[in-house]
């Protein structure tokens, strides 16, 4: 299930976002969603998540 994490540090004010449960390019525009709303990160990390590509299923059928 797809989720996003924040962490903030009382003390500094520091937030850091994690997007979990999204892959390739819907991570990336749920990121760029993010960023309209809570400004720039300072810092830009992709995980190990974003980079799986989709599995594009290959349909094969007979024209008659």
Do not use: S, Y
């Amino acid at each position: 299930m797809p989720e996003i994490e924040f962490t903030i540090d009382t003390e500094t004010g520091k937030c850091d976002t994690t997007i979990n449960g999204i892959q390739g390019p819907a991570c990336e525009q749920t990121a760029r969603q993010l960023k309209q709303i809570l400004g720039a990160p300072t810092t830009d990390r992709k995980t190990e998540e974003f980079h799986v590509k989709p599995h594009a299923k290959r349909r094969v059928g007979l024209n008659e």
